[in-house]
């Protein structure tokens, strides 16, 4: 445990926590946290969730005056599908009724059906993550295959675990390609060194990286995890984050029913999905979901037996993961305003993920791929001689140093790349897109600012 | 849950995932709060949705889990208000909002909301929201007779549970680590010994004795540990008990502190039931106050105090809240904890504003103090009464004995079940107080844990139940027990 390590809320996040308590203007695009930032949540689904809390108010007037009569009618609807209400433990799963709206909203995504009984929601879909390694990690030969740069959830989970992490590395100048050849590989060298390699991880969109993959790219992922008789876990949290049109988002699950054949009834594949992302965002109240495909039942079992041990998902989470997948319809009272709040919200990220990718590319020495999805900006930075040296001296990673320096200079709080991982003698760091518009030029222009005073103190 | 057998899938050997190659902890945790009894419980319950007929009537009486909002328990007023708006703040902008809404509602979740950037939809700091930590600081400051509580040293939680397997992912480094753990114990315990490789070292509960905790007989259990190589790395101790009902006394507790301090074990106190007291006489005495009040002699003591709202007379179970206090950890650890906490980011923020209204409820004076308190008074009148009324009708049959539920939720009578039964149990391969369990579940509809589920002292068996079934329905309970437990002794009285 003492060697786990989580950067997103390491050493920059604690040193912008104790200025800020100091008095300074922290801008944190450290993390995720898009309400945190100011995005509102959506309408409805918060009406719901209100009177699903409370579902006295549905006997009073005044509120059954406020409230639009679909958001009502679902809150009522809503309380049948967690008997007790929301007060109560549910299946350890969570609630039955749920997630056959889990699982019809994903054979309509998808065209092809899902099984309610081999879907599992959790308090956010890091749970379910760590989960499933849990299942797959015996002792430290059992490795697992995770994309450089990574969401570090899965470095620190395996590390917990007491498992391996075997690298395969995303290629910067490609667009943060992935190479089946370089994935059998490293499995080849995994398996030279004793290592029984349990599964593969990949995450679309990226997290850092931001990169969409295309769905020739998730059929080779496929096919090659089916080979080599890998665990595939998608990591699917940021599909409805995508902001260009020519990678549209594709599941993994779609793409395997497509291949048909043995492998579509052999390839095991696990999908993560959650609440805190899209343009939903409620990462505080915790709710996601995994679907498990050709799972062993005995170890569906186990995975069951695992999540009876915490009772239950937390229920306004099943809510929202509710409310997420099974929405307003055309026609119903809140579905125009659903559905522009949604497009406002989209419209915008689109619009931050362009303005920092700019913002970055003006940058001297600073190369920057295009935000295509999820919620990030993952810049290359190329810092002189001079700063690599001072980082040394000050005993920190370069990147560390230069996000250490941004920070004090304008109190805008990053995460270095070395939290995520990178191509050695590359540096990163991770940015978010989630400053509100009002503010996202200020922290471009501060930002700015440093940069050219950085690189020309470190000439 | 049903588990098909998929036959194609099971035909496979070499499957990449499988009971063959999944973790060994994984394999070995056990949780039977919710394994086989139950899970054929909601099969029974899926064939009677179908209309099929069984003999007992129309319902599945779950019996088996502290659940009281599922049985009819009504939540408190207060909180769920509060909740509401924290979650839709819109409705404050109502113009009649304080018609619909008392005053001190209002103010509440105002304050929560203008403390929590992103109110309920954001991620809050990893150990929890400030305004939070500081409402249970101040709460725990006023139920230990104003001995301060410091925000810093809390830790919100999604429910006790996972502060459980928190602290015990710290602790253990490997299996000759060892964790002394009452039997019986709420399962968690067991189960989470098991995923992380530690081990469980037994201290048995008096039962004789109102399942007294006995200081010699951990001290016992600790030197033999220690003789075999072991570290005991901490003692856990559940007041009011789980499965036991049994409330310590202060001087039981003082001893407790003493005993941890002289061996170096850090304190674990479960204390999620302190709000679930039911006989006169017993009252509940934190173990932080009790420490604190030693004095010098309990300076050193490391202590973990773990408390929930899924429990007392709030029982918001599905919410999934709660908190950890922690006293004496070193800094260094702390810095361990925090970082541990911050990958899950953090619990879910309904349940630490849940928890914070918890630890500061309306006061006496407040709009909705009249009510509130109201509200707590007949729930715990109630409780009481159930108590009373099941280990009354428990202690009325044939060879079961039950102490008293001074306090939890549970009552945990003994079963003396005739040879017969007992070879019946062998041949169908389970012990024996699993198989009264299931023929009770067949034939009556009540789920129940049985005994071996807790752990229990060798050759004794027992079975949990709630004390949660509605009044109203607490006499068919007992009518239905009653008549096939007399029924069952009679059929393995007589075979031999």
């Known amino acids: 445990m003492r060697s786990t390590v989580y950067a997103v809320r390491g050493e920059l996040m604690q040193r912008g926590e104790e200025l800020r308590k100091a008095g300074r203007e922290i801008i944190f695009t450290n993390i995720g946290n898009p309400q945190a930032l100011g995005q509102k949540p959506l309408s409805f689904n918060r009406q719901v969730q209100a009177l699903v809390n409370a579902p006295f108010l549905l006997e009073n007037e005044r509120i059954i005056a406020e409230f639009p009569e679909d958001a009502i009618a679902r809150a009522r609807e809503?309380?049948?599908?967690?008997?007790?209400?929301?007060?109560?433990?549910?299946?350890?799963?969570?609630?039955?009724?749920?997630?056959?709206?889990?699982?019809?909203?994903?054979?309509?995504?998808?065209?092809y059906p899902s099984n309610a009984e081999h879907i599992f929601m959790t308090d956010g879909a890091s749970p379910a993550v760590r989960m499933c390694l849990q299942a797959l990690i015996r002792d430290s030969r059992d490795a697992i295959l995770v994309p450089i740069p990574q969401y570090p959830l899965y470095s620190a989970s395996i590390q917990l675990l007491g498992g391996s992490l075997l690298p395969y590395h995303?290629?910067?100048?490609?667009?943060?390609?992935?190479?089946?050849?370089?994935?059998?590989?490293?499995?080849?060298?995994?398996?030279?060194?004793?290592?029984?390699?349990r599964a593969l991880v990949f995450i679309n969109p990226g997290n850092p990286t931001g990169q969409c993959l295309s769905y020739q790219n998730l059929k080779d992922l496929i096919e090659f995890a089916a080979e080599e008789k890998l665990v595939l876990m998608a990591d699917e949290v940021y599909q409805t984050n995508i902001y260009q049109d020519e990678l549209p988002f594709v599941s993994a699950k779609r793409v395997l029913r497509d291949i048909g054949g043995s492998v579509a009834d052999e390839l095991e594949l696990i999908s993560f999905h959650t609440i805190s992302k899209g343009v939903i965002g409620e990462c505080g109240l915790r709710g996601g979901y995994m679907e498990l495909v050709n799972i062993h039942p005995e170890v569906i079992g186990e995975m069951y037996k695992i999540a009876s041990i915490n009772l239950s998902p937390n229920t306004m989470g099943q809510v929202s993961?509710?409310?997420?997948?099974?929405?307003?319809?055309?026609?119903?009272?809140?579905?125009?305003?659903?559905?522009?709040?949604?497009?406002?919200?989209?419209?915008?990220?689109?619009?931050?993920?362009?303005?920092?990718?700019?913002?970055?590319?003006?940058?001297?020495?600073?190369?920057?791929n295009f935000t295509e999805g999820a919620m990030y900006s993952f810049p290359r930075i190329r810092l002189p001689p001079k700063a690599i040296q001072a980082a040394k001296e000050a005993g920190k990673p370069a990147d560390t140093f230069y996000c250490l320096a941004l920070l004090e200079a304008t109190g805008i709080s990053t995460v270095p790349g070395s939290g995520f991982g990178q191509e050695e003698g590359t540096l990163h760091l991770r940015t978010t897109i989630l400053p509100p518009e009002n503010s996202i030029k200020e922290v471009i222009a501060r930002l700015t600012k440093f940069h050219e005073e950085f690189m020309d103190k470190y000439r | 849950m049903t588990v098909s057998t998929d036959e194609a899938l099971a035909k496979s050997d070499a499957f990449p995932l499988s009971e063959k190659n999944i973790s060994a902890q994984v394999r070995a945790a056990q949780y039977a709060v919710r394994g086989e009894i139950v899970i054929r419980a909601?099969?029974?319950?899926?064939?009677?949705?179908?209309?099929?007929?069984?003999?007992?009537?129309?319902?599945?009486?779950?019996?088996?889990?502290?659940?009281?909002?599922?049985?009819?328990?009504?939540?408190?007023?207060?909180?769920?208000?509060?909740l509401a708006l924290c979650d839709y703040p819109e409705m404050m902008a109502n113009p009649h909002a304080d018609k619909i809404f008392p005053k001190d509602v209002l103010k509440r979740a105002k304050e929560y909301l203008a403390a929590i950037p992103g109110g309920t939809g954001a991620y809050t700091s990893s150990q929890g929201a400030p305004i939070c930590r500081e409402h249970v600081a101040a709460g725990i400051t006023h139920r230990d007779h104003g001995i301060k509580s410091d925000p810093g040293n809390i830790f919100m939680s999604d429910g006790a549970s996972q502060s459980v397997h928190t602290i015990l992912r710290m602790l253990l480094r490997g299996t000759q680590d060892a964790v002394l753990t009452p039997i019986p114990q709420y399962p968690l315990y067991s189960a989470a010994l098991a995923l992380y490789n530690g081990t469980l070292l037994p201290y048995y509960l008096d039962e004789q004795n109102q399942w007294a905790l006995r200081l010699d007989e951990c001290k016992s259990q600790v030197d033999k540990a220690r003789s075999e190589g072991q570290n005991v790395r901490a003692l856990i101790v559940i007041n009011p008990g789980n499965p036991t009902g049994s409330v310590l006394s202060e001087e039981n507790q003082k001893e407790i502190v003493k005993f941890c301090v002289r061996e170096s074990l850090v304190l674990l106190a479960d204390e999620v039931y302190q709000d679930n007291i039911y006989i006169a006489g017993k009252t509940f005495h934190s173990f932080k106050r009790v420490a604190v009040e030693l004095g010098k002699e309990a300076e050193q003591l490391v202590l973990v105090s773990?408390?929930?709202?899924?429990?007392?007379?709030?029982?918001?179970?599905?919410?999934?809240?709660?908190?950890?206090?922690?006293?004496?950890?070193?800094?260094?650890?702390?810095?361990?904890?925090?970082?541990?906490?911050?990958?899950?980011?953090?619990?879910?923020?309904?349940?630490?504003?849940?928890?914070?209204?918890?630890?500061?409820?309306?006061?006496?004076?407040?709009?909705?103090?009249?009510?509130f308190a109201k509200e707590r008074q007949g729930l715990l009148d109630s409780l009481k009464r159930r108590a009373k009324l099941l280990v009354t009708a428990l202690n009325k049959l044939e060879g079961v004995t039950c102490n008293e539920a001074e306090g939890a939720l549970y009552a945990m009578p003994q079963l003396k079940l005739p040879a017969g039964a007992a070879k019946a149990a062998e041949e169908s391969g389970k012990p024996v107080d699993f198989f009264y369990c299931k023929a009770l579940l067949e034939s009556t509809g009540i789920v129940t844990v049985p005994g071996s589920g807790f752990k229990q002292a060798e050759n004794t068996y027992h079975f949990r139940t709630t004390i949660l079934p509605p009044e109203d329905q607490i006499e068919e309970v007992t009518e239905r027990l009653s008549k096939f437990h007399a029924e069952f002794m009679k059929k393995y009285s007589n075979s031999s």
């Open chain 1, 78 to 111: 809503m309380l049948t599908k967690l008997p007790g209400g929301v007060g109560a433990y549910q299946d350890s799963r969570g609630s039955p009724a749920i997630r056959q709206e889990i699982a019809d909203f994903l054979q309509h995504r998808d065209g």
């Open chain 1, 170 to 197: 995303l290629k910067e100048e490609s667009g943060w390609s992935m190479n089946v050849e370089d994935l059998r590989n490293q499995v080849r060298l995994g398996r030279d060194n004793g290592m029984a390699v």
């Open chain 1, 321 to 368: 993961i509710s409310l997420m997948v099974n929405e307003p319809k055309p026609g119903d009272t809140s579905y125009e305003k659903h559905v522009e709040e949604k497009g406002t919200t989209l419209a915008s990220l689109i619009r931050r993920a362009h303005i920092m990718t700019d913002g970055f590319n003006k940058l001297e020495g600073v190369t920057c």
């Open chain 2, 42 to 82: 909601g099969e029974l319950e899926e064939e009677l949705k179908k209309g099929k007929k069984l003999p007992y009537g129309d319902s599945i009486l779950y019996c088996n889990i502290g659940n009281p909002q599922q049985l009819g328990q009504v939540p408190i007023t207060f909180f769920r208000q509060v």
């Open chain 2, 306 to 371: 773990m408390h929930s709202i899924s429990k007392g007379f709030y029982g918001e179970c599905g919410r999934r809240g709660g908190y950890m206090e922690i006293i004496n950890l070193p800094a260094d650890v702390k810095a361990q904890l925090i970082k541990l906490s911050s990958i899950n980011l953090c619990s879910n923020v309904n349940g630490q504003i849940c928890t914070a209204m918890m630890m500061n409820p309306p006061k006496e004076g407040e709009e909705s103090y009249e009510l």
